[in-house]
Each structure stands twice: as C-alpha cells, then as structure tokens.
C-alpha cells in the first residue's frame, strides 16, 4: 500500500456567492462539504488510480467526525483506509469562497487544533507501524500547531531507515528542515520555490532544492505543466494547450501521479506525463479535488515531455 | 416560561483575519463558535435576565449537533430547555469574518436545510404543545427552504387561539404575510421597515406597518435607539451617547428586553429604556450575542424616552 500523511486535515468548504464584496452579507447560494488536506486529496487519488492507500495524520471533534464519514464516501478501484489518529480539538475547517461574477476564489483557512506531545507521540507510533506495510509514503501540507517544526525531517528519517520511499511536499520551515534529512523526492510550487531559495527562476530554484538535500525535484509551474531535476536528468513536460477550470487539487493529484508512476516503475520521462495530464484533468473537473478520467485519458498522449 | 421560534438556526462562526483581500489566501487568526440564529440569541439573553426560556425550532446534522452542546454550555440566572425538532438537513453555517485593519465584517451565510413536509408538520404539533405552557412567544428570523412562505402568518395565528401574547421579528414576504394574521408587536430595522412600506421615514413605515396588522412597532434605528408606536401612544429611545463596539445581536437583545418588561407589565417607556440599554451593552461586550452587565446598569438610567 502507499500512506500519505495529513498532518493537518480539513474539511473543505466551498461556498459559491453571486458577487464577494468586503463589508456586505452575502446569501451562499451553494455550499459543497468534502475530505481536505494535501495527503487526503493523494489518496482518493490513488485509490481512484486503482492503488491501496492508507492516511494517517490527525482528525477530532465534530468537523473531524464529519471528515471521515465524508472520506469512506465513495466507490474506488483501490482501497482508501482511514488510520488518523484521533485527538480531542476539533479538525479545522477551510472555506473556498467562489465568486459567480468571477470564477474567482476567497480562500479562509482555520489554524488547525492544537496537538498536544502525547497525542504526536501516538502518531509517530502508528506511522511506525505503518512504514512497515508501506511501498512509498507522502507527507503532504501544513503542520498544525503543537506539531514540532522539525516534524517532516523526522518523517524523512524514519522512512529511510525503513527503507521506504518517501516524498515530502510542504513549504516554508517544515520543508526547509525536512530537505535536510534528504526526501527521495519533493513537489514545490513556484511561490514555495521562491520563498525557501530567494529565485524566481525555477530551474535556478529547483537545482538550488536539489543542493539543498531532494535527491529529486518536480516543481509544479501552474499552467506550464512540471519542471523535474532528477538523477536521470532534467525534463519539462507541459499540458498541450491552457486547460480553463478550477486549479485546486491540480498539485496534489500531481503528487498521486508521480507516486504512481514511480512504483509502477515508469521511467521519468513518463511519470511526468502523467503527472501533467492528472493535473490538468483535475483542474478539468467540476468538483475540486476530483478529476476528469475521460480528459486524463485524451491528455496524456498529448502532453510534450522535452530534455532540458 | 417564554417560548422562542428558530426556523433557521445557524452555528455561528466568527473569523478574523489580519486583512479581507478578495481572491487571496487567508490564515485565520482566531475562530468563536457560538449557537446562531435571532431566536437562539433571544432566549441566551432572556435566561441571562433570569427568565425561563424553551427554544424550538430546527435542528439536523454535526452542525445541529454542536450547536446544541454550545447552547447547553454555561449557567444562567433562567433556565434555558432545548426543544428544537431534530431533522436530517445540517443545520447551517453563518460566517463572520471581522478585518482587523477596519474592523469590519463581511458576512457569508448558508442557506439552510431543506425541511419537510412531515418535518414541518412534527414543529407544528411541538409548537400546539408548547404554546401551552408559554407566556408569551417570539417568532425570529429567515424561514429554511421548504417552510411554507405563510408559516408566520400561521403560528401568530395558533398563538392568538391560545392567548399567549406574539412577537414577530423577521423580513420581507415571511413578515408581509405574518403582518396579516395580526402580531401583537413586530421588531422591524430601518432596512427592513423601508423594503416593507417603502419609506425610508421611519416614522411614516412604522405607521403604515401598523396599518398592515401589527399592533404595536418597535422599530430599531441602530445608534439611535428605538421608535415605538404602540395604542398607548409613540416614543423615541435613544442612548446617552454612540456606543463603539460590534452590533451583532443586538437587535436580539432588544427583543428579548422587549418581552421581559412586557411580561413583567411595565409602562412602554420603561420597557423602551431597558431594549436600548441592553442593546447598547450588547454592542458594548467583546464576544458578538452577549451583553456586558455593568454596560447595562450603568445605561438604564441614562436612557432619554420622549413621547413623539
């Protein structure tokens, strides 16, 4: 099976209003429930591919009751099974405000729980355990308060001396600690790229991650599709035309796909491939965080994979 | 005891945020749940002045859930007794998110469960029920999608059968139609006054609104207190001076002094007094649908009522 780590789960909310103005009420005409966090988002993508998953990370209280019955929702190829630890505060929520005159989205994100040491000693046990089952791991998002800063380094550790593949995607702190303990591979954007190395330029960036401790890089470039920094080489692979829609959980099905992809034994080229047409499948579909098989299967012959 | 009607009860989140810029990321600083919903807040305010109250109204989902355990939570002067209908629908969220920079508020509010049929029906019998034991009733807020556009016009109606004594508090068709069956008082704002009658004098609407049914108005003009126009004559009451602070709720805290000095049989001008009092100390108190005490004895006295 492969385990993704959500940390810092959520439940999602998308509310759609006519027009967003600041200082006004505004009546929701429609309001969406679904399992959110970085690493929850890899796994109902990977299930949907067909592979055996397992989360783990944290969820409690109401929201966290809500979240898990939301998760277990559902029809997949592969298994999905839920091992969050629980814990007493309550599972955070975040809103996606979409503004029908606009298409544009309002993001409001909730802090997350407090964690407290016992309950992070209870999860480093069960991710233990669970290394022991696992072909790849992902660590994927935030970290909630209480949750040392050092938590990914220590993750990464872990599964090597496990001898478990493992990929980190995360920002800020936390992935500038985590690069140190040497992630197999790490899945940046161009802002977080920018923020931990200081360059707007991601080839520049990304080789400076690389120097950084990833033994491999696949920056996410929005609509310009991935730029990879591999040991087999560099590769930008780009979706064949600009795919209109809703980018959320476009990155993450990236992170499915190169898992994928990689256990599937795929060479780089493709893995790429594949990772580039999920995305733009996902930004596709009208729910966000699902994905449009039928445009995935159209996209990926499609999409320019070139040496860089 | 004084029964309150919640329809659409809500849970209440507040959210604050360094600053509300649209179509950008939020990190939410500080998030306060609290039972929502104008008859909820009616009723909080009601035991907190030592009456005994009894809520019904909707309830549904983990939503429901944790507004009921919020609404249980605390001890006050008055008992408070939970007699919402449990229905299948999550009751909805309403959000608040105040802009620290201004402080300001944007409001973002769900709907509401659809309710049934039969749902509406099993509230009708709890209301014949409760009706029974009640010295007097408020009708508060929006109606959920299913309730019948006329539910007021009804329940005022089942109210007068049963001679208990009805305070109608809601807006557009729900209120132009529950005006026909003869409320003993409404509550409107000014904004709600003007979409009724269409003048913005409050004077000239709140007349005319008295015209439509209602027996006596209370029309709340925000900073400056309280117009009444009752059949024992018409008085202005305003605050000592502009009370800074957040006015949610505190037009709920007026109703539920409203009803308090009705009950306890004092004059207009008194009852008058304690709703602008009570409002003022409510806009006063840092949590948004509580009153600060002290406030509220410090004010009392200092209220101008003047005949009009």
Chains 1, 2 share one sequence.
């Not at 967003?20 to 929701?28: N, S, Y």
């Not at 996606?96 to 005159?101: A, F, H, K, N």
């Not at 022991?132 to 990464?156: H, N, T």
């Not at 990155?251 to 047409?277: C, F, I, M, N, Q």
Request: aromatic share 4%; net charge positive; with cysteine.
């Amino acid at each position: 099976m492969i385990l993704t780590v959500t940390l810092n789960a959520a439940l999602d909310l998308t509310y759609r209003v006519p027009r967003l103005r600041p200082h006004a009420t505004h009546r929701v005409t429609h309001v969406a429930e679904r399992p959110g966090g970085k690493g929850l988002n890899v796994a109902r993508v990977l299930a949907a591919l067909g592979h055996d998953t397992v989360v783990t990370g944290f969820a409690g209280g109401p929201t966290g009751t809500t979240l898990r019955r939301l998760l277990a929702d559902g029809s997949r190829p592969g298994t999905l099974t839920d091992e969050l630890v629980t814990i007493t505060g309550p599972t955070r929520r975040t809103i996606g405000v979409v503004d029908e005159s606009t298409g544009e989205s309002t993001q409001l994100n909730e802090p997350g729980p407090e964690v407290t040491s016992e309950q992070w000693t209870s999860f480093c046990e069960r991710y233990a355990r669970l290394l022991r089952g696992a072909r790849a791991v992902a660590l994927c998002g935030s970290l909630p308060p209480g949750v040392p800063v050092g938590a990914y380094a220590q993750l990464v550790r872990e599964a090597h001396a496990a001898r478990v593949p493992v990929l980190l995607d995360t920002s800020g702190e936390p992935l500038r600690r985590g690069l140190a303990a040497r992630p197999d591979l790490v899945k940046p954007n161009t802002t977080e790229l920018a923020a931990l190395t200081g360059s707007t330029d991601p080839l520049r960036a990304a080789s400076d991650t690389r120097r950084r401790g990833a033994r491999a890089v696949a920056a996410t470039l929005g609509p310009d599709g991935i730029l990879a920094l591999t040991p087999d080489g560099t590769w930008r692979a780009a979706p064949p035309r600009r795919i209109p829609g809703n980018p959320t959980g476009a990155g993450d099905s990236a992170t499915a796909a190169l898992l994928s992809g990689w256990l599937e034994g795929l060479p780089w080229p493709d893995r790429l491939a594949r990772a580039v047409a999920l995305s733009a499948a996902t930004v596709r579909a009208p729910v966000a965080g699902e994905f449009d098989r039928e445009a995935y299967e159209e996209l990926l012959p499609q999409v320019k994979v070139t040496e860089a």
